[in-house]
């Protein structure tokens, strides 16, 4: 039976005849949309991030972490052509409206344009951080690119030229939709709908958290934006100004990231199980039936007692095969605070991992931890989507109390680590900040601490931390924050890091399954290591058996030699 096996990032609907989704499992696949079956799968060689349909139905154009687009017929999926001169993930690709050519959004900080043998015509230089979205502007003259740099470009076709920077207050800014009279719809990281027509411009609140994707449907003057709120809001468009229609909180499930309007009143989403799900938003009503969970693992954590606990996209906590307990969402992380190991993800809902008992709810997904004492109580920090960092003191009868929120970053929060007395953390936008845990003041924050979005730190003790980046590289930090840079032996981004009790050894996971060992003693790399094709999702170093362990997205657990 043909399912997703990791989490689902895009989702396309082709009229009432079919659904197509892009999954972390690397897995395409069309699904016949009246009985919801599998039709055909095809593969990426990394994490596919979004697809689409061609306006013909003839085509679906597929967008991934292997630095490709591809082509693909429909409903077979035969591969017609490969779009292969990214130099990093491309995030989106979209089809012309009238012509045989594709646009692609890439993290090389790139817009290109190819026809559909495959040829690459133009590439759109301009942009100064990763590339998030594309679409084509009215009759596809132009083009329209986001991008984490915080700015809108708009670029002409025939030129290969930047026709203008569209404002957006310098806000990051992920999606973008354009109706057929040229109004620009940008939603971004403060959870606004930035209406840009052809005199003025408009900032609309819409959402509580950044928005992760607006999807039109001109026909119909529809307009949906997703956040990392957990909502989905439905607006009508025909005044040129968005007038809420809907609004709905999303099923645990449902990944905020994209959607797409399908037969009739159907919404259908992209999410954390094996298949998508669907929405009526006429009758505001989602689809009931169960979606298989995937086993994907985001999370590991050695425990003293010899336990290894693992937690991922649905939310079960497990030890080895044995449930432990139960989140109902996909979580990031595992953190010990005394009794309790701290968990959370999607929900914004910090758990005790050990009983599935919720401990406290934020306005955004959640997705690191650290622990430290301080006068002699437990602490733990929980990095957020929102860029705060979520302070919490154990209590006296095994509970937390919410201390306070400490404004880490202006971006989502990646990373957190504490060593010796200062609390370190890494973000989306490159940065990185200290605190010292005795007084809970800021230290610094070095705004370009990395070359592109960090992705993951380490405490090595004494006031050292290492950090890791999609810049390939390796950051050793000494307490006088001052960095050691060096090239890993990963050819994809970089996507966590972990030490040894001594912080002599240094473990990176990547994408792409690959493992290296970092020794810092004699400045050295091991041998790189690929335990899987899947992604690496989280390090910890078990040092019960002086091994690091490396939970993947294929929901295994690999045993990796200091």
Same mark, same amino acid.
């Given at each position: ?18 659904? $197509?989704? $892009? ?16 039709? #055909? ?19 679906? @154009? ?14 077979? @999926? ?41 040829? /690459? ?35 002409? /076709? ?7 920077? @569209? ?9 973008? #939709? ?9 939603? &971004? ?24 994707? @607006? ?80 086993? %994907?693992?985001?999370?590991? /954590? ?11 996209? #649905? ?95 202006? &971006?989502?929060?990646? %990373? ?122 989280? /390090? ?9 362990? #490396? ?12």
């Amino acid at each position: 039976m043909i399912l997703h096996r990791s989490p689902i990032s895009g989702v396309a609907a082709l009229q009432d005849k079919y659904v $197509a989704t $892009a999954g972390y499992d690397n897995q395409v696949i069309c699904w016949d949309q009246r009985t919801g079956l599998a039709l #055909a799968r095809a593969f990426h060689d990394h994490l596919a991030n979004q697809c689409a349909f061609s306006p013909d139905g003839r085509y679906l @154009l597929t967008s991934s972490s292997d630095y490709t687009a591809r082509l693909w017929t429909v409903p077979d @999926l035969r591969l017609v052509a490969v779009f292969s001169a990214h130099e990093d993930d491309v995030e989106m690709s979209a089809f012309h409206p009238s012509r045989e050519l594709i646009a692609t959004a890439s993290r090389d900080h790139r817009v290109r344009v190819y026809d559909f043998t495959g040829r /690459l015509l133009t590439t759109f230089v301009g942009h100064t951080a990763d590339v998030i979205s594309v679409e084509w502007a009215g009759d596809g003259d132009e083009l329209i690119s986001s991008s984490d740099d915080g700015t809108v470009k708009r670029w002409s /076709l025939a030129t290969g030229q930047l026709v203008s920077e @569209l404002s957006t207050d310098g806000v990051e800014t992920d999606t973008v #939709a354009i109706s057929s009279d040229g109004t620009v719809f940008a939603g &971004n990281d403060e959870g606004a709908i930035i209406v840009i027509g052809p005199a003025d411009r408009t900032s609309i609140p819409a959402h509580d958290a950044g928005i992760k994707r @607006l999807v039109l449907n001109d026909a119909r003057h529809l307009l949906v934006s997703l956040s990392y709120d957990r909502t989905m809001r439905l607006w009508d468009v025909s005044s040129g100004q968005p007038r809420p229609l809907d609004s709905a909180s999303l099923p645990a499930d449902v990944w905020p990231r994209s959607c797409a309007f399908a037969a009739d009143s159907r919404l259908v989403f992209a999410t954390f199980g094996a298949t998508y799900r669907g929405y009526d938003y006429e009758a505001r009503v989602w689809d009931t039936s169960e979606i298989p969970r995937t086993g %994907g693992v985001n999370a590991v /954590l050695p425990r003293p007692d010899g336990a290894t606990l693992t937690v991922g996209d #649905a939310g079960t906590v497990r030890d080895g095969d044995r449930r432990v307990a139960d989140t109902g969402s996909l979580c990031n992380f595992l953190t010990p605070l005394g009794p309790l190991v701290l968990s959370g993800g999607q929900l914004g809902k910090i758990f005790d991992a050990l009983t599935g008992r919720e401990l406290h709810q934020h306005r955004s997904p959640l997705n690191c931890g650290a622990s430290f004492e301080r006068d002699g109580e437990q602490y733990a920090v929980v990095g957020t989507y929102t860029g705060e960092g979520i302070l919490l003191k154990l209590t006296d009868d095994n509970g937390v109390t919410h201390v306070t929120d400490l404004p880490l970053h202006t &971006n989502a929060v990646k %990373g957190v680590a504490v060593s010796g007395d200062l609390l370190f953390s890494v973000a989306a936008d490159a940065s990185a900040t200290w605190y010292r845990t005795p007084t809970l003041e800021r230290v610094a924050t070095t705004e370009a601490a990395h070359d592109k979005i960090a992705n993951g730190c380490a405490g090595l003790g004494d006031g050292w931390f290492a950090s890791v980046s999609r810049d390939l590289k390796l950051r050793i930090w000494n307490p006088r924050r001052e960095a050691d840079v060096l090239t890993t032996p990963h050819t994809h981004s970089v996507k966590c890091v972990a030490a040894s009790d001594d912080g002599l050894s240094v473990a990176t996971g990547s994408y792409d399954g690959s493992v290296a060992v970092y020794d810092r003693s004699t400045d050295t790399w091991g041998p790189v290591t690929r335990p899987t094709t899947s992604g690496i999702s989280s /390090l910890a170093y078990d040092a019960r058996q002086d091994v690091f362990l #490396a939970g993947a997205y294929d929901g295994q657990v690999y045993h990796i030699p200091r």
